[in-house]
């Protein structure tokens, strides 16, 4: 079968790169995103047959019905290596009823417990099998330099994902005021020869301008290429890379859910994303169109409720719009940037170029009527607000005894206020430990503005964890987790925000 390629959402890059194409490069000619020309139509048969297969085989299946570059053969030896004993439940992404009617789809068990590793566990092993094409063909002229800008949880999850490849580098850069100390920690221990980490003096937008800006930058780049061979690269959820395996788990949840019980064959489910840069709930879309019977995509979003906004409106307006502090951090975000492949889906690429230009020099645009009823037909939205979803935590525990962290909370909630007869699949995105001082705050009654208490406000990040294992006993803490203060921190550079800072810190790295 012919390989799929790609085109891009603003139509001005017609390379049509391959699947393994799509992936080094990360974004097209002309700053758009790639997306496949084409889409597989699975029978359900199709689909229901995941059911019997372990989660490895699952993958294959859906990357082979995407019709990537890669032979079957080597996509189930890459896959049995992504998806292998570095995850906690052999399942990898276990569906779990906790009561009847939601389902949570839990897609923490890898070795960073945040869903970031369901893609990034397997695409880097791409991004190698790409390098390994070249380097045979002869025509692989400089190793890769990747560099990434993170609220937390990327950072984290690219390092594990790269750490130790072949002719890969990888630099993060983190806000260094702006991360959870669990998190920081999680980084600045990162094992591997070709691997470095940064905070910046500044928030999550001033790490990604400047991660941008030398991106963008072409001195640097010439420089990167003459004095060290090396090209930049990017892991951000912008690459088709990221997406695809997160249509693979849906797919092999409603087979779950068949085979559990909670749906019959053939009837629709809903599925409820708590969402940042509309990559994970994008992945949902995908499944629908390629036929697994997914009826509401409910998008949830926390009080940075640009989305929410959006799907109720069909206006995107970030304009006067300021960037709120949330429990849930990894969807704190006010540009959405996987939304412009949605917006091709249901528009063209002429109208997206509009609408993103009118996004840069106005900080909004309107989609026409014709574009707003289609995404109507798949997508409500809703947001939760920082106290609501710190009581949703102890609430659902109280409940029923299952324990989510602060982005699973948001979705249970709007999946809880917007659900009709069909069952739900609510997207769990982080283990609660990696949040555990909001979920300290919110199993002790707090709100998210108070302050801990003062047995726990000097507590680290990781003995916090234990305070929750007391009034949550059977509560587990990731073993990677719970080594955390013992481990020995390897990175501890903090640099100016800006282009200059970025640059300055990659070149003292590298020597
Ligand atoms: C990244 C992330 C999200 C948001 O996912 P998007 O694909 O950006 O919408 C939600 N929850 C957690 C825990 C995350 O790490």
């Given at each position: 079968m012919e390989a799929t390629r790609y085109r891009d959402t603003r139509g001005l890059?017609?390379?049509?790169?391959?699947f393994t194409d799509a992936v080094v490069k990360g974004?097209?000619?002309?700053?758009g995103l790639y997306v496949p020309e084409t889409l597989p139509s699975l029978a359900l048969d199709d689909i229901l047959s995941?059911?019997?297969?372990s989660y490895p085989e699952r993958a294959t299946r859906v990357f082979g019905w995407c019709s990537v570059d890669v032979a079957p053969e080597r996509t189930l030896e890459l896959m049995n290596a992504a998806y292998g004993?570095?995850?906690?439940?052999?399942?990898i992404a276990p569906v779990e009823?906790?009561?009847?009617g939601l389902h949570v789809l839990e897609l923490w068990h890898g070795p960073t417990s945040a869903f970031k590793d369901m893609a990034l566990q397997c695409m880097p092993l791409f991004f190698s099998e790409a390098i390994a094409v070249q380097q045979a063909a002869g025509t692989l002229a400089d190793d890769y330099l990747v560099l990434v800008a993170t609220s937390g949880d990327t950072g984290k999850a690219a390092l594990e994902g790269f750490a130790?490849?072949?002719h890969t580098r990888i630099v993060v850069f983190y806000p260094a005021d702006g991360v959870s100390d669990i998190q920081r920690k999680q980084m600045v221990t990162q094992r591997g020869d070709n691997v470095g980490v940064f905070g910046v003096r500044g928030n999550f937008d001033d790490c990604q301008n400047a991660v941008k800006a030398a991106f963008s930058d072409e001195a640097f780049n010439n420089e990167l290429h003459e004095t060290h061979s090396l090209k930049l690269s990017s892991a951000n959820s912008i690459n088709w890379g990221r997406l695809l395996p997160q249509i693979t788990y849906y797919v092999s949840a409603y087979a779950d859910m068949v085979a559990s019980g909670?749906?019959?064959?053939g009837e629709p489910i809903d599925v409820c994303v708590p969402t940042g840069n509309f990559g994970n709930i994008l992945g949902a879309y995908y499944a629908k169109m390629m036929g697994?019977?997914?009826?509401k995509l409910l998008c949830a979003s926390n009080e940075n409720n640009v989305l929410a906004d959006f799907i109720a409106t069909g206006t995107y307006d970030i304009s006067g719009r300021r960037f709120v502090t949330t429990p849930?951090?990894?969807?704190?975000?006010?540009?959405?940037?996987?939304l412009e492949r949605l917006l091709f889906e249901l528009a063209d690429a002429d109208r997206v170029r509009e609408w993103m230009a009118s996004l840069a020099s106005e900080g909004r645009f309107q989609v026409d009527r014709a574009t707003f009823g289609l995404m109507r037909e798949h997508f409500i939205g809703d947001w939760v607000s920082n106290d609501e979803s710190l009581g949703v935590i102890s609430r659902v525990f109280d409940e029923t005894g299952y324990l989510m962290d602060p982005h699973t909370a948001v979705a249970w909630e709007v999946a809880e206020r917007l659900r009709d007869a069909n069952p739900v699949l609510v997207v769990s995105t982080a283990h609660w430990a990696k949040f555990g001082a909001d979920v300290y705050k919110a199993l002790t009654g707090l709100m998210y503005g108070d302050p801990l208490p003062s047995d726990a406000a000097d507590l680290s990040g990781v003995d916090l964890l234990a305070k929750v294992q007391e009034l949550a006993e059977n509560a587990r803490v990731p073993l990677a987790l719970a080594g955390l203060d013992a481990a020995t921190e390897r990175f501890s550079s903090v640099v100016s925000a800006g282009r200059d800072g970025v640059e300055d810190a990659v070149r003292s790295w590298l020597t």
């Amino acid at each position: 079968m012919e390989a799929t390629r790609y085109r891009d959402t603003r139509g001005l890059d017609t390379t049509r790169p391959s699947f393994t194409d799509a992936v080094v490069k990360g974004i097209a000619n002309g700053g758009g995103l790639y997306v496949p020309e084409t889409l597989p139509s699975l029978a359900l048969d199709d689909i229901l047959s995941l059911s019997d297969l372990s989660y490895p085989e699952r993958a294959t299946r859906v990357f082979g019905w995407c019709s990537v570059d890669v032979a079957p053969e080597r996509t189930l030896e890459l896959m049995n290596a992504a998806y292998g004993s570095q995850w906690d439940d052999s399942r990898i992404a276990p569906v779990e009823e906790v009561v009847p009617g939601l389902h949570v789809l839990e897609l923490w068990h890898g070795p960073t417990s945040a869903f970031k590793d369901m893609a990034l566990q397997c695409m880097p092993l791409f991004f190698s099998e790409a390098i390994a094409v070249q380097q045979a063909a002869g025509t692989l002229a400089d190793d890769y330099l990747v560099l990434v800008a993170t609220s937390g949880d990327t950072g984290k999850a690219a390092l594990e994902g790269f750490a130790d490849r072949d002719h890969t580098r990888i630099v993060v850069f983190y806000p260094a005021d702006g991360v959870s100390d669990i998190q920081r920690k999680q980084m600045v221990t990162q094992r591997g020869d070709n691997v470095g980490v940064f905070g910046v003096r500044g928030n999550f937008d001033d790490c990604q301008n400047a991660v941008k800006a030398a991106f963008s930058d072409e001195a640097f780049n010439n420089e990167l290429h003459e004095t060290h061979s090396l090209k930049l690269s990017s892991a951000n959820s912008i690459n088709w890379g990221r997406l695809l395996p997160q249509i693979t788990y849906y797919v092999s949840a409603y087979a779950d859910m068949v085979a559990s019980g909670g749906v019959v064959a053939g009837e629709p489910i809903d599925v409820c994303v708590p969402t940042g840069n509309f990559g994970n709930i994008l992945g949902a879309y995908y499944a629908k169109m390629m036929g697994v019977p997914l009826g509401k995509l409910l998008c949830a979003s926390n009080e940075n409720n640009v989305l929410a906004d959006f799907i109720a409106t069909g206006t995107y307006d970030i304009s006067g719009r300021r960037f709120v502090t949330t429990p849930s951090p990894s969807m704190d975000i006010l540009i959405s940037s996987n939304l412009e492949r949605l917006l091709f889906e249901l528009a063209d690429a002429d109208r997206v170029r509009e609408w993103m230009a009118s996004l840069a020099s106005e900080g909004r645009f309107q989609v026409d009527r014709a574009t707003f009823g289609l995404m109507r037909e798949h997508f409500i939205g809703d947001w939760v607000s920082n106290d609501e979803s710190l009581g949703v935590i102890s609430r659902v525990f109280d409940e029923t005894g299952y324990l989510m962290d602060p982005h699973t909370a948001v979705a249970w909630e709007v999946a809880e206020r917007l659900r009709d007869a069909n069952p739900v699949l609510v997207v769990s995105t982080a283990h609660w430990a990696k949040f555990g001082a909001d979920v300290y705050k919110a199993l002790t009654g707090l709100m998210y503005g108070d302050p801990l208490p003062s047995d726990a406000a000097d507590l680290s990040g990781v003995d916090l964890l234990a305070k929750v294992q007391e009034l949550a006993e059977n509560a587990r803490v990731p073993l990677a987790l719970a080594g955390l203060d013992a481990a020995t921190e390897r990175f501890s550079s903090v640099v100016s925000a800006g282009r200059d800072g970025v640059e300055d810190a990659v070149r003292s790295w590298l020597t």
